[in-house]
């Protein structure tokens, strides 16, 4: 499945289920379900991975998607610890729109828009 692929997919009839009052309350648990869909049958298949984080910034930097002057000043131990860091916080997406918007609008995506370079954590730094 492609990032422009949105056959069999479910997160958009979710997210739209979630205007539909449950017991006249906003039906909270299809927003998770939702965004659990879009992680899984978008976002999931369509995020390039690397062996490590060294191996990903050397396609980065490789690829012209990274300036190698602008990482180089960084000691790569440093880069190591602060993904380290920011692993441990174990940061979430807390709606499908949120996980949505930064997919569509923030995440870094290869030329061609197929995939997705990076998460949310690699995003922060």
Do not use: W
């Not at 006249?24 to 978008?42: H, K, M, S, V, W």
């Not at 949120?98 to 995440?107: D, K, P």
């Amino acid at each position: 499945m492609t990032l422009l692929d949105l056959k069999n997919t479910t997160y958009f009839d979710l997210n739209r289920d979630l205007n539909i009052p449950l017991d006249d309350q906003i039906n909270l648990p299809t927003d998770r379900d939702a965004l659990n869909a879009f992680l899984e049958q978008n976002v999931a298949p369509n995020t390039m991975t690397f062996a490590s984080l060294r191996n990903r910034f050397n396609y980065l930097i490789d690829n012209d998607y990274l300036d190698a002057d602008c990482i180089n000043q960084y000691d790569f131990a440093f880069i190591t610890s602060l993904y380290d860091y920011l692993n441990s916080q174990s940061y979430h997406f807390q709606s499908f729109m949120a996980a949505y918007t930064f997919y569509t609008n923030f995440a870094l995506k290869t030329r061609d828009g197929q995939q997705y370079l990076e998460t949310p954590i690699d995003h922060l730094p």
